[in-house]
């Protein structure tokens, strides 16, 4: 199981929501891998040695990256069975960071295999499910009237097919800065109840 917090304040609404279904899925038992990518400090400049999305020739170049921290991510997500995703929702996109581990660890010969630019993906992960969770401050209405809701597209439909397919579930906290104390407390259960229904069909399954 791979968890990824991205916020950079450590002590955010986010990292308690990474906390909370953490030590749910500790509970179960689970191996639980964490990256907090601004603690980390996550380099998420893209290289430009680094910009190919296809062919071999591509993977054999990302594989000589020379980045420890890139290559502990890489292997981790490769190993994992489940993500789970927390970020805010920033100007309608995940922060930057987060973005930029997408750019760095989804790549050719690691995520998935394109042998033409225009192709197929064929996966490389063995993720089942993908728990999202985002905070907000726009509600509802206007987040997909006025903007057309953007993470909703590249969660559930942008990235899935390069993921494997896996099922994917997204949950939208808001407006998390007038919430109170008790909703809070809501929040956190419910993601903690989510959490603890990722793979429970197979708790047992041996991993990769």
Request: charge should be negative.
């Amino acid at each position: 199981m791979l968890v990824l917090v991205a916020h950079p304040r450590e002590g955010s609404f986010n990292h308690a929501l990474t906390q909370r279904m953490v030590a749910t899925l500790e509970r179960r038992g689970l191996d639980v891998t964490v990256h907090d990518l601004y603690a980390e400090g996550f380099d998420p400049v893209l290289r430009a040695e680094e910009a190919y999305t296809s062919g071999q020739s591509a993977e054999q170049v990302l594989a000589a990256s020379n980045d420890p921290l890139l290559a502990v991510h890489r292997r981790d997500l490769n190993a994992a069975s489940a993500l789970v995703v927390v970020h805010p929702n920033w100007w309608g996109k995940p922060p930057a960071i987060l973005a930029g581990w997408m750019d760095r660890v989804l790549v050719p010969g690691v995520a998935y295999r394109l042998d033409e630019a225009g192709g197929e993906p064929t996966s490389l992960l063995s993720l089942r499910e993908v728990l999202v969770i985002n905070t907000s401050d726009t509600t509802r209405h206007r987040e997909t009237e006025l903007f057309g809701d953007p993470l909703e597209s590249i969660w559930l439909r942008c990235l899935p097919p390069y993921l494997g397919g896996p099922r994917v579930e997204r949950i939208v906290l808001r407006v998390v800065a007038e919430a109170d104390a008790a909703e809070r407390a809501r929040w956190l259960d419910d993601a903690a109840d989510r959490a603890n229904r990722l793979l429970t069909s197979d708790t047992n399954a041996p991993s990769r």
